[in-house]
């Protein structure tokens, strides 16, 4: 009589933590790769928004598959700015909990030195994570209600280095 109400509570402490450790996957994945658009090597290199996604792609593909049919699960949204005070972006979700379709933007801004301003960048990484327990995910999901969804995101806000 206790056992599936002890299976049901072990199943969903372990897809929170393995939310948790995918949020922190994400978490590295977009530090690593802001990185790259920070210090200018995504613009040296000409690194279009698909080679810039396949390089989170990289970094979380051990936990969170992002390609083949799993790639429409990954969202990645690159804005710049001239200053933080005119910085705006859209909301990841609407009020009934849908992706906005608008986040996808790759414009990773340029050199301080070119520009003679310091660029704010804002890299957003979103990934579409799907819950399997079904009591948990009526109370964890955030995309929708029964849709039994949960999208994890990290941003990294930065001013381009010059270079």
């Known amino acids: 009589m206790i056992a599936p109400v002890f299976l049901l509570l072990l199943f969903a402490i372990l897809e929170t933590s393995s939310v948790f450790y995918a949020e922190m996957i994400l978490d590295n994945a977009v530090l690593k790769n ?3 658009i920070r ?4 613009q040296n290199q000409n690194m279009t928004q698909a080679a810039f996604r396949d ?3 990289t970094s979380i593909q051990m936990l969170l598959p992002c390609s083949g049919q799993a790639s429409d699960k ?3 949204d690159v804005r710049s ?19 906005n379709a608008n986040l996808n933007s790759y414009q990773p ?25 079904p009591m948990f995910a009526q109370y964890y999901e955030n995309m929708g209600k029964g849709s039994g969804k949960r999208l994890i995101a990290f941003s990294a ?3 381009n280095e010059p270079f």
């Open 81 to 99: 700015f001239t200053n933080f005070g005119t910085s705006s972006f859209p909301q990841a979700l609407d009020a009934q909990g849908n992706l």
């Open 109 to 133: 801004g340029g050199s301080s030195q070119a520009t003679g301003q310091n660029p704010t960048v804002l890299v957003r990484v979103m990934y579409i994570w799907q819950l399997y327990t």
């Open 39 to 42: 210090t200018g090597q995504a």
């Open 55 to 57: 390089a989170v792609c």
């Open 157 to 159: 806000a930065f001013k």
């Open 34 to 36: 802001a990185r790259l």
């Open 74 to 76: 990954l969202i990645v």
